[in-house]
């Protein structure tokens, strides 16, 4: 049940709180005036963009769409649709995000490629990827994770949809390593149950009255993850991408 009110945020996974410092910087720096973001999930980022952003999500998940939808409602503002991003956009948008999602997807150079038609000229892709392959375990396949990545994949990834790498950054060290074998040894528990892509986004979520208990919390460990941003030493990255100046013509 959703009890968060219009002016409380509401509470994300412990994860999301630890990528929110490198998401919050990139917004400030690219100032977007229009946000678009490809699978919202139950929607406490989308809340966030929406309270400040023109914004629209989308969420091809019919539980999740429905606390996002309660979620907005409440706010009074934004857009979410119970679909994913289709192939031909109807609008352009500054910025577009994505979290936790591309690795889901088994043909992602494709899917970023399409979600890049929304964009505006020079627009700007923000996206949050689980990183190196060799981790990949139990928390990945209860998930329905295609993938996990490296950095110099997702600088390919993102050549090949014809934005320019800006940025790819590494979070979670030291606190992501500690969390995600814990959502290992969880998943471990899970594996036999039908549990997949479809409502991932649902779990290892806190109710929504610790949210700003989790929040604070987690603020020494967002701090300490600094000087490893530009390391390998962390469980995800945080990439950000421009549309490429010939494409940008081009749209």
Same mark, same amino acid.
């Given at each position: ?19 929110? +410092?490198? %998401? ?5 720096? %690219? ?28 969420? +091809?998940?019919?539980?999740? /769409? ?17 679909? +994913? ?6 609008? !352009?948008? $500054? ?13 992602? #150079? ?6 890049? !038609? ?8 923000? %996206?949050?990827?689980?990183? @190196? ?11 329905? @994770? ?30 992501? /390593? ?7 040894? &969880?998943?471990?528990?899970?594996? $036999? ?11 290892? #979520?806190?109710?929504?009255? &610790? ?7 987690? !603020?020494?460990?967002?701090?300490? #993850?600094? +000087?490893? @941003?530009?390391?390998?030493?962390? %469980? ?10 010939? #494409?940008?013509?081009?749209?």
């Amino acid at each position: 049940m959703i009890d968060e009110g219009q002016t409380r945020p509401p509470a994300l996974s412990p994860s999301a709180s630890l990528r929110l +410092p490198l %998401i919050e910087n990139w917004l400030t720096r %690219i100032a977007p005036s229009s946000v678009l973001e490809a699978g919202c999930g139950m929607g406490a980022m989308a809340w966030r963009f929406a309270s400040r952003f023109d914004y629209r999500g989308y969420e +091809p998940d019919p539980t999740s /769409y429905g606390e996002a939808a309660a979620r907005l409602a409440r706010l009074g503002k934004g857009d979410v649709r119970n679909e +994913p991003v289709p192939n031909e956009p109807d609008r !352009r948008f $500054d910025l577009l995000v994505a979290f936790e999602v591309l690795e889901h997807i088994e043909d992602d #150079q494709a899917t970023l490629r399409s979600w890049v !038609r929304w964009l505006n000229p020079r627009g700007h892709v923000l %996206i949050s990827v689980p990183a @190196h392959p060799d981790r990949f375990g139990p928390c990945d396949e209860m998930a329905g @994770h295609c993938r996990r990545y490296e950095r110099d994949s997702m600088t390919t990834m993102l050549r090949a949809a014809g934005l320019e790498p800006l940025s790819i950054e590494s979070w979670g060290m030291p606190l992501g /390593y500690l969390l995600e074998a814990g959502r290992n040894v &969880l998943a471990r528990r899970r594996l $036999d149950k039908d549990v997949g892509t479809a409502g991932s986004g649902r779990f290892f #979520q806190p109710p929504a009255a &610790l949210g700003r208990t989790v929040e604070l919390a987690l !603020r020494p460990a967002a701090f300490a #993850q600094k +000087p490893f @941003h530009d390391t390998e030493m962390g %469980i995800g990255y945080v990439a950000v991408g421009r549309l490429a100046g010939d #494409q940008a013509e081009g749209e």
